[in-house]
């Protein structure tokens, strides 16, 4: 994996910009483009932080959709990682036995940032 340069996003770039950035890192410009269904000029653009429009929110949407996905571990399907980290941080559902043992699970899963594995984690 190439590393791709995004410090003109300052110290803390936004989510879609890191998923973005890994997805160019992993395949290229060209190939990152095609798979979220914009530009590759403006896979350049949003990269640098010199996208034209006022706003950068259809470009966010679709790199969250075709890359904000991630497979659940206790569920053996695809989750949002807004999904995964709103479960991931909820109490602990006392209440429902599968719930909890969902929850455990999120606890020690490779996604969890607070995990010692979560490194190895790859976002789909």
Excluded at 4 to 23: H, K, M, N, T, Y
Excluded at 68 to 79: D, P, R
Excluded at 83 to 107: F, G, I, L, V
Aim: hydrophobic residues 35%.
């Amino acid at each position: 994996m190439k590393l791709v340069d995004i410090s003109r996003w300052g110290s803390q770039p936004p989510l879609f910009v890191r998923l973005l950035a890994a997805e160019v890192g992993e395949t290229n410009r060209a190939r990152a483009a095609e798979r979220i269904g914009i530009s590759r000029t403006a896979v350049s653009l949003v990269l640098s932080n010199k996208y034209a429009s006022p706003s950068t929110k259809g470009v966010e949407r679709r790199v969250m959709a075709a890359l904000g996905q991630i497979e659940c571990v206790a569920l053996a399907e695809k989750v949002s990682i807004q999904q995964c980290q709103t479960y991931r941080e909820k109490s602990p559902p006392t209440h429902n036995p599968q719930a909890m043992q969902h929850w455990r699970a999120c606890q020690h899963c490779p996604y969890n940032p607070t995990c010692a594995g979560a490194g190895n984690a790859t976002v789909h």
